[in-house]
């Protein structure tokens, strides 16, 4: 991969530069394995001068082919999980062929497989685990820059590709829009369910307030004034609830149009006061 990088750069410019290729030998990587290994291990050192990415790019057939097989196995796992995060069926078949290439068993590339996929067995595994870490993000602007970097380390970790970690990301923008908007809704309809109860509230009352004004002048014309108001609407409530028909109606009505105890000794008494103020002016 960092032949392939510096040969894209190569193509960039005219200068001739020189190469040096350390190759570290199987025994070597089997040293990194195993430190009580006290063998000293060799390299294999490739040298070479050019401006040619096409040239520089014989060295990795060559620098592979010094590879021990099973780390050059890994190594192509590895890029291809990277690239894709899981092994596609396309990376199997390929890595069929370079197992019978390399002279590997199945048990071995099954083994390096797994390695290179590390703890995720496929790339759905990998989405819902990087699903699980957005839902800290309970709002828009809990997925800022600074969170972002940390989820595209997380990303870069578990070899999730880049592509695939901004989708996830555009997913959970978009699941956080719909969830604001549903709030905004519901807000919104429970505010306009608040304001009927209330406007239907105030019909109730306008109407009682009617109907009770009904039963009064009904049945205590002629009104004679009384010493005060308090009086005045104790005598006024005697009267109407003195002949049964009268006090039925009162009752029916009161029923009706649902309204609680303190909200109808309320309108009741305002009705009353207001009739006391009249009579007085008569």
Known sequence: MV???VGNWLD?????YSFEVNIPSAQAIAQQIDPADGKKSSAYTITLATNRAKTLAQLLPLGEALLPPQEL???KAESYVNTFGELTPAAKANLLLLRHRMGLVSEETNDLNTRAMGPFKTLGDKYQHFRRELLVCKQESDLDSEFWQVMQAKADTMSLPEADA???KAERL???RQEA????QQREAEAEAERQRYREQ???????SQAFESLVMDAVVPLSLAPDVDQFRQAMMARLSGAEFNRGRLIQAREFYQLSPPEIDALEKRVLD????LSGLL
């Open 166 to 168: 901004q989708f996830l």
């Open 3 to 5: 032949l392939r990088c």
């Open 12 to 16: 960039r410019t005219a200068e001739q």
């Open 174 to 176: 978009s699941a956080l």
């Open 274 to 277: 207001e009739l006391y103020l």
């Open 73 to 75: 196995y890994l190594t």
């Open 181 to 184: 908007e549903q709030e905004r």
């Open 202 to 208: 105030r019909q109730r009352l306008e109407r009682y």
